[in-house]
Structures are given as structure tokens and as C-alpha cells.
């Protein structure tokens, strides 16, 4: 359906913030829904964060809300997690996931329900 490589990954000190990016190829990024998700060793994938196709809706898992932002610029074909007050809880890989249609997914915190994922970046958060 769509391509994402995702990027921005790194080491980081607990306390401090990171910018993750997910760009999207083809012609109809506009019409998808995004999200974010995350996986640390022997644990599930867990929901972060979602965007309608707009930008116009959002919704965060409790873990990050009031620390972490989504938004999107469709001009740029990009979708961004900014990641502030980190902790060590923070750390995984996390995942870019799409899906077709302009409002986010009714189960959005089911992996199954997003169409087309990313690769993967990793986010170490040191103590």
C-alpha cells in the first residue's frame, strides 16, 4: 500500500527529547491515517500514538500523554513523534504504521488493524 522508513532513532539521557520521522513513498499519503507503535525485547508491540489523515484528530496511549506530540505535514510525505522527558521506560523500537482512510482505526491499539509498517528505528534512553 505505502512504503514508511522511519528515522531519528538514538541514544538519549533520561530527561531529554528526540524527534522521530516516518516518510512516507507514493502520491496518496494524504489519505491514511498514521500511527505510532513500540516493541522493547520480550515485550509486546505497544500502541504510542495516532493522526487522522488530516491532522485534525489525535490520540495517545496513557504511558506518553502530555510527553509525547504527533503531527503530520502531508506536503512533506512525513509523519513526526516528538519525544519529550524521556525515561528509560521509553526504550524500543518504534514503528511507523499506516492505514487507508482518513480517520484513525477503531482499534487502533491493535497491531492488525494498520495496513502498512516501517522498518523500525531504535530509542535508547540511558539513566
Known amino acids: 500500500q505505502v512504503q514508511l522508513v522511519e528515522s531519528g532513532g538514538e541514544l538519549v539521557q533520561a530527561g531529554g527529547s528526540l524527534r522521530l520521522s516516518c516518510v512516507a513513498s507514493?502520491?496518496?499519503?494524504?489519505?491514511?491515517?498514521m500511527g505510532w507503535f513500540r516493541q522493547a525485547p520480550g515485550r509486546e508491540r505497544d500502541f504510542v500514538a495516532a493522526?487522522?489523515?488530516?491532522?485534525?484528530?489525535?490520540s495517545y496511549a496513557d504511558s506518553v500523554k502530555g510527553r509525547f506530540t504527533i503531527s503530520r505535514d502531508n506536503a512533506k510525505n512525513t509523519v513526526y513523534l516528538q519525544m519529550n522527558s524521556l525515561n528509560p521506560e521509553d526504550t524500543a523500537v518504534y514503528y511507523c504504521?499506516?492505514?487507508?482512510?482518513?480517520?484513525?482505526?477503531?482499534?487502533?491499539?491493535?497491531?492488525?488493524?494498520?495496513?502498512?509498517w516501517g522498518q523500525g528505528t531504535q530509542v535508547t534512553v540511558s539513566s
Open positions: 504504521a499506516a492505514d487507508f482512510g482518513w480517520r484513525i482505526p477503531a482499534k487502533m491499539e491493535v497491531p492488525t488493524e494498520w495496513g502498512s
Open positions: 493522526i487522522s489523515s488530516s491532522g485534525a484528530t489525535t
Open positions: 507514493g502520491r496518496t499519503f494524504s489519505n491514511y491515517a
